[in-house]
């Protein structure tokens, strides 16, 4: 994840550097923890592969609250309460002012559409630190995205409700080829509905989302989103404006923002941004980002679930995690990775960390390259192809 502002910030002088571990180290991460798989959406790009029916063998209470003490004894601190849509499960309160009283950021990720009257009051209680409430354009293009008519109504009026009681709101956006021409409007719903963070996800191909990837924005579409992401972040630092811009599994935009600051900022305040960048260390599954399922399988993040590092019923979170960790987190903690392809000859990798290795798994290589990078050979350091002339034949 490109926490854009904090960058942005840092580099104007309005706050220090963002603290971050070594690139690779071993540390505890960031959990994101789908508590259940049932959904009231189907999402054309869900990489739960989510319904709206129960799915067997879910962590039950007393298992759920016995995994939280496993990773308050691992270190971890940031939890992320995702799905499935969390608010169907019975003990999602229970489990958010559980992790909260032991001493967590406790965020929720949900698409929105059960938040109303009857139940704001009640999140408004569980005091998260943020709600991220899906959005993926505007109205058609939601709903249709979406796969329910009403979806972009109920989910808006969950971010005004949320608004209304003083919790901070991000609104998280899944970049298409369908919702790139109105990413302008939907920046503009983030000021008119005082929506403090704005997050970019690009499309990951997996679950229904590999499915969905001839969908995925061309590579200048992405180049014109990220553009403007840097462009707003920019205008509300320097404006003062409490706002977080930040981007998702592209780990290129980083380099995108050093070439935006090479435009914009002085020559100080890029060198100054290119060595934050390279602190940062880019891509972190396996590393600073690690996901636990409805069943307790726990893998490098939420996109890796074709592949299991451990079960939090079997081991602790802690033994999976930080003691014995199987060879694939070894492999994806290596700094840079051992990654081939365009990834391999890049001269970013050291930012970029060879990006998202989903795609490039999708594509049928894990350590190939990333299919998704948007960046040309000569952006990235590799020689232009030598052009031969042809000879008229007489």
Known sequence: ???????????????????????????????????LRRCNLTCKHCYATSA?????????????????????E????????????PLLRDDI???ADYARDKGFYVALSTNGTLIDEQNIERIA????????????GLEAVHDEWRQLKGSFAASMHAIDLCRARGIRVGLRTTLTQH??????ALLELMRAHDVQKFYLSHLNYSGRGKRSRSADAHAQMTRDAMWQIFERAWQDVEAGRDTDFVSGNNDADAILLLQWAAE?????????????LRAWGGNASGAGIANIDNIGDVHPDTYWWQHTVGNVRRQRFRDIWLDNPQPLLQQLRQHPRAVGGRCGECRWLAICNGNTRTRAWAAGDLWA??????????????????????????
Not at 74 to 85: C, D, P, T
Not at 179 to 184: D, F, H, R, V
């Open 93 to 95: 309160f229970q489990l």
């Open 369 to 394: 390259e990333d299919p998704g990078c948007y960046l040309s050979d000569a952006e990235i350091g590799l020689p232009t192809a030598t052009q031969i002339p042809c000879r008229a034949v007489s």
């Open 264 to 276: 914009r900022l002085t020559a100080a305040q890029l060198a100054a941004l290119e060595d934050m």
């Open 74 to 85: 691992a270190g971890v601190r940031v939890l992320i309460l995702s799905g499935g849509e």
């Open 125 to 136: 209680a569980a005091d998260f630190d943020y709600v991220g409430i899906s959005i993926d």
């Open 1 to 35: 994840m490109l926490r854009i502002s904090q960058y942005l910030r840092a580099v104007a002088g309005h706050s220090p550097a963002p603290r971050v571990a070594k690139p690779g180290s071993t540390r505890a991460p960031v959990v994101i923890w789908n508590l």
């Open 179 to 184: 919702n790139y021409p109105q990413l302008p």
């Open 52 to 72: 709206d029916s129960e799915f067997r063998n879910e962590l039950d209470t007393t298992e759920a609250l016995g995994v939280i003490d496993q990773l308050h």
